[in-house]
């Protein structure tokens, strides 16, 4: 019998090619939780990162209220018998429409996301995985989604500082801030038991987890 942690809701977020999904992957088997994972196929997404005109608008349309649905699960509080972890935010639909759309489609966007946003839970715990240009880039690469091959090193790079600057502003939840770039949960099960065993214990504010080699 695994003992349960202190949270029922924990969101991992993250750039892209952080390793949140992995991370959720082995939490909720750890713990026999519910997974919540976000939508990757965005039909509109290919689009996108092949800069076509009105693709932007659409791509985050089709994510903002994707995530809606997925989250006003969440919300239902009978569900919460069991530890929910998803791999995003729901505040993640902003970060990306502030870097994505013009500032007419970001005006229309705000409107839409004021009207749900409050209808949804805040998670328990907010886990924060960061890592540098070089680590992300090198993770799209090698799980080799076709419609991530366009994407650029000058847009990862506004990505990850939307990111930073997000969080470094955070305080509607505890949050953990999990430097991944020498870390890798799933080729290591020290790494994970030590992460989990960090969880395992009240968390209050930001906190910064020191990977175990680190210590």
Do not use: W
Request: aromatic share 14%.
């Amino acid at each position: 019998m695994v003992d349960p942690l202190p949270v029922n809701y924990i969101a991992v977020d993250g750039p892209i090619g952080v390793g949140k999904t992995t991370l959720v992957e082995l939490l909720a088997e750890r713990f026999d939780g519910v997974k919540i994972l976000e939508d990757v196929s965005n039909p509109f997404l290919p689009s996108f990162y092949e800069d076509q005109p009105g693709a932007a608008f659409q791509t985050e349309l089709y994510f903002l209220l994707s995530r809606y649905k997925q989250q006003q699960d969440i919300a239902q509080r009978e569900l919460f018998d069991r530890l929910l972890v998803a791999d995003y935010t729901f505040p993640k639909n902003r970060i990306f429409a502030y870097l994505n759309l013009s500032d007419d489609e970001l005006m229309l966007f705000d409107k839409l996301y004021t009207l749900l946003e409050p209808n949804l839970a805040v998670p328990d715990l907010v886990i924060y995985l960061v890592a540098n240009l070089e680590t992300c880039m090198d993770r799209i690469s090698r799980r080799d989604r076709s419609f991530e091959r366009a994407m650029s090193e000058d847009y990862m790079r506004e990505l990850l500082d939307a990111y930073n600057h997000y969080y470094h502003y955070y305080n509607r939840s505890a949050l953990m801030v999990v430097d991944t770039r020498n870390l890798n949960f799933a080729a290591n099960p020290d790494d994970f038991e030590d992460l989990v065993q960090r969880i395992s214990k009240p968390i209050k504010g930001t906190q910064y987890y020191v990977p175990l080699g680190s210590r």
